[in-house]
């Protein structure tokens, strides 16, 4: 899903393009792109929408799956690093690149790609719609 954004003030974006000299950014439309998606993920991070308990998140897993994940761990390390992980963090962020690629990395040895995918999924709210 993307949502795109249209901005046609003039005031807006004669502010938006001084910011951008300002900040030496590429272009003011990289300088407002890079500043909505950091505006977004202080969202995801305050509401968050894809975090769960790390027992929760090891509770996805079949268990059958994560005890062999277990078990492999101490001669693997890049499965070592990712239960680690789980293990520190009190909450784990579903949609963490560290995560997918944790949760990818299992497949197809220890879970299927379904699998994967349902131990992955947060529900994302449809896109409001404009007025």
């Known amino acids: 899903m993307s949502i795109t954004v249209t901005i046609s003030d003039q005031v807006q974006l004669a502010g938006a393009g ?8 590429v272009s003011t439309q990289a300088y407002l792109q890079n500043l909505l998606e950091t505006m977004c993920l202080s969202y995801r991070n305050q509401f968050a929408v894809d975090r769960i308990t790390s027992s929760a998140f090891v509770m996805r897993f079949p268990t059958d799956a994560y005890s ?10 890049v499965l070592a690093g990712f239960v680690q992980a789980v293990d520190a963090a009190p909450y784990v962020w579903l949609g963490a690149q560290q995560v997918i690629d944790g949760v990818n990395y299992c497949v197809p040895t220890y879970i299927t790609q379904a699998q994967a995918d349902t131990i992955l999924f947060y529900p994302v709210p449809e896109p409001v719609p404009a007025p």
């Open 18 to 25: 001084a910011a951008a000299v300002e900040y030496k950014a």
């Open 68 to 77: 062999a994940i277990l078990a492999a761990a101490p001669s693997d390390p």
